[in-house]
C-alpha cells in the first residue's frame, strides 16, 4: 500500500519569510495529493490539493508542487504570518482512502 | 456549512471499558473514516467504510471494531480499552465522486485510558 515520508517535523520561521514542507510517497498509481493544515484543538482542514495530471497550483500565498517521477510534492508558503502557525499534513490518495504523512508543526515568529 | 460532528470531545475510560465514539456527517457522503492521531506518527487509518453495513481495516485495526448502520453515522469501537490506545481519534467523510475529493474532519476526541 501507499506510504507518505514528510520532511521536517518542525519548522521554525520568522513572519515574512517562506516556508517549505516536503513529502515523498510510494505508490506511482496515488493521483491526489491533498495538504491538511490543523490548528490547535480542532480538526484537520483541506488548504490546497494537486491531481497527478497538474504540475503547480497555486492560491493566494500558498502553493503546491508535484513532481511524478520522483514521487514527491511539496507545500510553498511565501509571506508568512503568525496566523499560519499550525501542524500541516500531506497525504495521498489510495484508492478510496488518504495516507497521511507524520505532520509538520510550523512556528511563525512575530 | 458541511459538518462532521463527534459525540465526545474529551473522554476518560478505565481499562477494560468498551468505548463507543460516535460520528455523524450531514453532507451524504459515501466513505467515512476513522484516524488516530499521535506525536510523530501523523494520522493513522484504523477503519473505513464505503457504505452502510461495509467496513474495511486500515492500517492499525487491533483492538477496534466499527459499525455503519445509517449512511450518516460511523462508530468506533474499542472492545476492551487499554492504556496504549490513549490517543486523539477523528472522523473523516468523503464522496465518491472524482471531482470533489475533499474528505471533511471532525473536531477530534481526545481520549484517556487510565
Known amino acids: 500500500g501507499e506510504n507518505v515520508e514528510q520532511h521536517p517535523s518542525t519548522l521554525s520561521v520568522q513572519e515574512g519569510d517562506s516556508a517549505v514542507i516536503k513529502c515523498t510517497y510510494s505508490d506511482s498509481a496515488s493521483n491526489y495529493f491533498p495538504w491538511y493544515k490543523q490548528e490547535l484543538g480542532k480538526g484537520p482542514q483541506l488548504i490546497i490539493d494537486?491531481?497527478?495530471?497538474?504540475g503547480e497550483k497555486k492560491d493566494q500565498r500558498i502553493a503546491v508542487t508535484l513532481n511524478k517521477t520522483a514521487k514527491h510534492f511539496s507545500l510553498h508558503i511565501t509571506e508568512t504570518q503568525p496566523e499560519d502557525s499550525a501542524v500541516y499534513f500531506c497525504a495521498a490518495r489510495d484508492t478510496d482512502k488518504l495516507i497521511f504523512g507524520t505532520g509538520t508543526r510550523l512556528q511563525v515568529f512575530p | 456549512d458541511v459538518k462532521v460532528t463527534q459525540s465526545s470531545r474529551y473522554l476518560v475510560k478505565r481499562t477494560g471499558e468498551k468505548v463507543f465514539l460516535e460520528c455523524v456527517q450531514d453532507m451524504d457522503h459515501e466513505n467515512m473514516f476513522w484516524y488516530r492521531q499521535d506525536p510523530g506518527l501523523g494520522l493513522r487509518l484504523i477503519y473505513f467504510s464505503y457504505d452502510v453495513k461495509m467496513k474495511e481495516k486500515g492500517d492499525i485495526p487491533e483492538g477496534y471494531s466499527v459499525s455503519r448502520e445509517k449512511k450518516e453515522r460511523f462508530s468506533l469501537i474499542l472492545e476492551s480499552a487499554s492504556t496504549n490506545q490513549t490517543s486523539m481519534y477523528l472522523c473523516?467523510?468523503?464522496?465518491?465522486?472524482?471531482?470533489?475529493?475533499?474528505?471533511?474532519f471532525g473536531q477530534g476526541t481526545r481520549l484517556t485510558v487510565v
Open positions: 494537486i491531481r497527478s495530471n497538474v
Open positions: 473523516a467523510s468523503s464522496s465518491i465522486d472524482g471531482s470533489r475529493t475533499e474528505a471533511f
